[in-house]
C-alpha cells in the first residue's frame, strides 16, 4: 500500500431532471344557474307534493260527506286519487331533476325533470311557473353538467 495513493471518488453527476410536471389546467368555473334552477325546481316540487296530498286529503273527503256510499261517490273518490297518484309521481320525478341539477350531473334528468315539473301544477300555478324558470335555466346552462 505504500506505492499507491488514496484516489478520492469520481464527483457526482448532476441529478438527472427530466421535464417538468406539466402545469394543471384551471378547473372551469361553473355558473350557478342550474343551482338556482334546481332549487325552484325543488321548490316546486315540494309544493306539488302538498298540492296534491291536500287534494287527496281533502277531496275524498268532501266527496264522502257529500256523497256518502254509493257507486258514484267511489267513482268519483277514485278518479281523485289516481289522478293525486299522478301528480304525486310527477312531483317526485322533478325533485329527483332537482337534485341532479344541483350537484351539476346528469342534465338529461335534470331537465325530464323540470319538464315534468311543469304538470305538477300547485298551488295558483306556481309550481308550474317556477318549473318553467328552472326548465330554462337548466337548458341553457347544459356546459355546466358532468
Known sequence: ????????????????YGMPPPMPMPAQQRSM????????LLVAAIL?????????????SFVNSFMPGGYGAQFVTGIILVCGAIEIILSLIALLG???AIMHRMWGVALA??????F??????LASLLSLV??????IS?????
Not at 48 to 60: E, K, M, Q
Not at 113 to 118: A, K, P, Q, T
Open 113 to 118: 325533470g323540470s319538464i315534468l315539473g311543469l
Open 134 to 139: 328552472a326548465l330554462i335555466l337548466i337548458a
Open 98 to 100: 332537482a337534485v341532479m
Open 33 to 40: 344557474l342550474p343551482m338556482i334552477g334546481g332549487a325552484l
Open 1 to 16: 500500500m505504500s506505492g499507491m495513493g488514496t484516489a478520492s471518488p469520481p464527483p457526482m453527476p448532476p441529478p438527472a
Open 48 to 60: 306539488g307534493i302538498a298540492t296534491w296530498a291536500y287534494v287527496i286529503v281533502a277531496g275524498t
Open 142 to 146: 347544459h356546459k355546466d353538467f358532468t
Open 120 to 125: 305538477t301544477i300547485g298551488f295558483y300555478g
